[in-house]
């Protein structure tokens, strides 16, 4: 029989399986019943996930659509060590085709890790031969890439994103909420291990739509020519750096905007952070001689001097209380033409007296001088002007020829683009629109007035002076064959912060000015920091690069020689072979050939069938290079016709 201990222990063991039932089912009603939304958002939580999607980086391309900046398919290759089986040989070969240390990759398969990527943005094609070795444990994440196809072209303009493509730099920094649109959710479906699982059917996952576009200003075969002509320029004379800048005079339109050395955006960490800034619009420095271009704008404005009233330039000397200004050649009475034009530091001292301090840092802020421009790029500076109430005499006596005041590369061309432009000054820009991948314009900028900076009579008369300083003056190295050129010549001091002045040695050489100079089309700047080797003089360090620049630009815009270029004038560079046939033309609808009177004729900007026509049709042989429209040719427009057979060579971009 079963004692009443055993009794009790079985009452007590059937009570608690009741009880342990009845709270199951007091638990079970609860989750069918009362939690069942819970559960169901539970059991989603944890066989899908949100998924968010980038659109598609948009484009950058330049003026005629060349693309500068475009996003591409690509993978992140990973391994997972634990499922891996891999040989030696194997590893060696998927090192291969990644571009990767053989042991590094070998260090990643024996990792304790469940999963390390083995390389980021791999090209697709790369990958197909990584999936082709049929490796266990070795896959991809479908990712996309930032590719610069011209490379370090316009680089310190466009700038260059992060891996996860956060722009950083340039255009890429600025437009970096446009470029890369708006993202966009989605619900995946998980594995049983976690891994998402592309939905099928009508479920599938739409792609976001592309980021906007940005259209630059930039003309690409411009800024090569710029890059190209001012890294030379650099080297040879082995300065720091240099910065070169082009604008159309008539809208402010950035044509090109250089900095060397140069860098590539697809490597930028290869490059020091110091070398990706845009020193055009980053930097200043003391302008010097360039500078007696604004000094005569506002003279001859004010009335206080004529072009042709003589100034005594005191043999070369003249004291300014306890400073003493010099000249580099001794002049002594000659006019103020040719103050400006032989750069007579005592003759634009003495005119800027006259001036006084507020009339002179008045003439500084038309120009645009101590304020930013508002380009449409991150990092622009205001440069430097001080108050006129702090100026002592040899203050207003330095400022006259460039000492004193900083300036940015962009703000100087701005100014010498207003004096070309009939003394109306265009607000620079360099982004013309921006244009949302649903067509929609998100940003537009055109041609803006700034205001007038001098009348139309008295930039005429400057512009004359600054003819002379590169017909008779130290901007001799600016001509161009066939064309009037205005510009002046800059040999500034650099301030050295250790001795609290300017440094013995150390110059700034530039040249500025605008061609053609009676019907101005483009203004362009050249500065080289620091050159070290040879000469450091802006006539001969920076006057020969603006002339190629200025060169190719007047041929890429169809504009003609005004003149028959004489025979003891410098051949021109243009069709010295340095030209690129890479880029797209100057727009067809904006050039209209002419010839140039007994000279060869025009044929920039035609396509190829009109100008083999026109060609034929004056009786001359064609040799045709590229294919598209022209851009160049040899001999130049209005260049003398040869006796006998003659050849031409078209520069041609499809």
């Known amino acids: 029989m079963i004692g009443r201990a055993h009794r009790v222990r079985i009452g007590l063991t059937m009570a608690g399986f009741a009880t342990a039932f009845a709270a199951l089912g007091v638990r079970a009603s609860q989750l069918t019943l009362l939690d069942v939304n819970g559960l169901r958002e539970r059991a989603r939580s944890q066989q899908t996930r949100m998924l968010e999607r980038r659109p598609r980086r948009g484009a950058i391309v330049d003026r005629a659509g060349e693309l500068l900046g475009v996003t591409r398919e690509s993978a992140d290759v990973f391994v997972r060590p634990r499922k891996a089986n891999a040989s030696e040989a194997q590893i060696a070969v998927l090192a291969g085709i990644l571009g990767m240390p ?44 930032r590719v610069y196809p011209r490379g370090p072209l316009a680089g310190h303009v466009v700038g260059f994103t992060s891996i996860d493509g956060d722009g950083l730099e340039g255009i890429e920094r600025r437009f970096d909420k446009e470029l890369r649109g708006e993202s966009e959710s989605f619900r995946v479906q998980r594995d049983a291990r976690g891994r998402d699982v592309e939905l099928g059917g009508d479920e599938r996952i739409p792609l976001p739509r592309v980021g906007a576009q940005v259209e630059l200003t930039i003309d690409a075969g411009i800024q090569h020519v710029a890059e190209t002509e001012l890294e030379l320029a650099v080297e040879n004379f082995a300065a720091k750096a240099g910065t070169a800048v082009v604008l159309d005079t008539r809208s402010g339109e950035v044509l090109a905007m250089a900095t060397a050395p140069r860098f590539d955006p697809n ?45 005594d330039c005191e043999g070369g000397r003249f004291r300014v209380g306890r400073s003493t200004i010099h000249d580099h050649h001794k ?95 265009m607000r620079p820009f360099i982004v013309r629109r921006v244009v949302s991948g649903r067509g929609e314009v998100l940003f537009e900028r055109g041609p803006t007035l700034v205001g007038r900076v001098v009348e139309a009579g008295v930039a005429a008369q400057v512009a004359e002076i600054l003819v002379r300083v590169v017909e008779d003056g130290t901007g001799g190295n600016a001509k161009i064959a066939g064309f009037a050129v205005a510009g002046k010549t800059g040999t500034s001091q650099k301030v050295d912060a250790e001795r609290r002045g300017y440094h013995p040695t150390d110059r700034v050489a530039s040249f500025v000015g605008f061609v053609p100079a009676r019907d101005p089309v483009v203004a362009i700047l050249v500065v080289v920091d620091t050159p070290t080797q040879g000469s450091t003089y ?68 035609l396509a190829m069938r009109p100008a083999l026509v026109r060609a034929h049709g004056s009786g001359l042989q064609v040799r045709v290079e590229g294919s598209g429209y022209v851009v160049a040719q040899d001999p130049p427009p209005g260049a003398p016709l040869p006796e006998g057979e003659l050849a031409l060579t078209f520069a041609m971009d499809g």
């Open 102 to 145: 053989t042991e590094r990759v070998a260090e990643k398969f024996r990792s304790n890790r469940p999963f390390t990527y083995l390389k980021r943005r791999v090209t697709l094609d790369r990958w197909e031969r990584v999936q082709a070795l049929n490796l266990a444990g070795v896959d991809r994440e479908r990712t996309r890439q």
């Open 267 to 311: 490597r930028f960490r290869f490059s020091r952070a110091n070398e990706w800034r845009n020193r055009a619009i980053t930097d200043v420095y003391e302008p010097g001689s360039t500078f007696k271009a604004i000094l005569a704008a506002a003279a001859l404005s004010d009335g206080v001097v004529a072009p042709d009233e003589m100034i």
């Open 331 to 425: 002049y002594d009475l000659i006019s103020f033409t040719d103050v400006v034009a032989h750069s007579s530091n005592i003759g634009c001292a003495k005119v800027g007296s006259r001036l006084g301090p507020d009339r002179l840092h008045a003439a500084f802020g038309r120009f645009g001088f101590a304020r930013k421009t508002g380009i449409a790029l991150p990092g622009e500076v205001s440069g430097l002007v001080r108050s006129p109430g702090k100026w002592r005499p040899i203050d207003l006596a330095t400022a006259s020829f460039g000492q004193g005041v900083a300036v940015s590369p962009l703000q100087l061309v701005s100014a010498i683009a207003g004096i070309a432009n009939a003394g109306e000054m």
């Open 538 to 605: 802006g006539g001969v360090v920076a006057a020969p690069v603006f002339r190629k620049i200025a060169e190719y630009s007047l041929g890429r815009m169809g504009v003609l020689p005004s003149r028959t270029p004489t025979l003891d004038e410098p051949p021109s560079s243009a069709d010295s072979g340095l030209i690129p046939v890479l880029y797209e033309p100057a727009r067809p609808d904006r050039v209209v050939p002419v010839d140039a009177a007994g000279g060869t004729p025009s044929f920039v900007g």
